[in-house]
């Protein structure tokens, strides 16, 4: 097992790592729409903090040695879930490659009050 960390993407908010990799794959935990530069939550729309939680997921992935080409599983936690169509839109414009299989749930709060939150399984390059 090992722990993957990157100034890419925001530090984690409590005890938890970015990833850990396990026998080949990389287990991210869920990524929020903090911009890692500013340790600041992205304000707007579900449009704005979804760009920003997959920017968060590629560079957590690309620091296990991976990418969103390899995702093999993801889980997408929505505060609406009439918020689908948006992100579907932004899903699609970062895994139009690979698509991998995907949950998608209505969640009544997510950690800083965001709109999204995601994270995924994927194998190493």
Known sequence: MKIVKTDRAPAPIGPYSQAIESNGLI???GQIAIDPQTNN???GDVVAQAKRVFDNLKAVLIAAG???DHVVKTTIYLKNIADFGQVN?????YFGKALPARSTVEVSRLP??????VDCVAEKK
């Open 89 to 93: 839109e932004i899903y699609a414009a």
């Open 112 to 117: 800083k009050d965001v709109l999204i939150e």
């Open 66 to 68: 991976s990418d969103l």
């Open 27 to 29: 287990f991210t935990s």
């Open 41 to 43: 939550l992205i304000e």
